[in-house]
């Protein structure tokens, strides 16, 4: 319980530019390690519901609302991390899926 505690003050206080902080290119290769087991990762995502491409992601969510999704994956649906990722890590994710969205 502390722990989400701590994390939702975290997210809280974490910077609304924080995706543009975080290294798309670093957030791809994690990307192809931790999600493309389950999401379509690529710029040319189809559409779905469960689990939704990267590039459907970009296109219906807002940056604060994919951090959250990755921060608290339990309150969405099972979202099977192979590993613990750190802050770092999710700046890294969310600048990469957002920068499907201007991919064409």
């Known amino acids: 319980m502390r722990g989400t505690v701590l994390l939702g003050i975290a997210v809280l206080v974490w910077p609304a530019s924080v995706a543009a902080q975080g290294d798309p290119d670093r957030g ?4 192809a390690a931790e999600c493309a087991q389950c999401h379509d990762i690529s710029a040319e995502g189809e559409p779905k519901t ?8 970009a296109w219906y969510r807002e940056a604060e609302q994919i951090r959250a999704r990755i ?6 649906g099972a979202m099977p991390l192979t590993r613990v990722i750190g802050l770092d890590d999710i700046d890294d994710l969310v600048a990469y899926i957002v920068s499907l969205e201007n991919e064409d």
């Open 28 to 31: 791809a290769a994690l990307a």
């Open 50 to 57: 469960y689990p939704p491409s990267f590039a459907s992601i």
């Open 71 to 76: 921060l608290y994956p339990q309150l969405h």
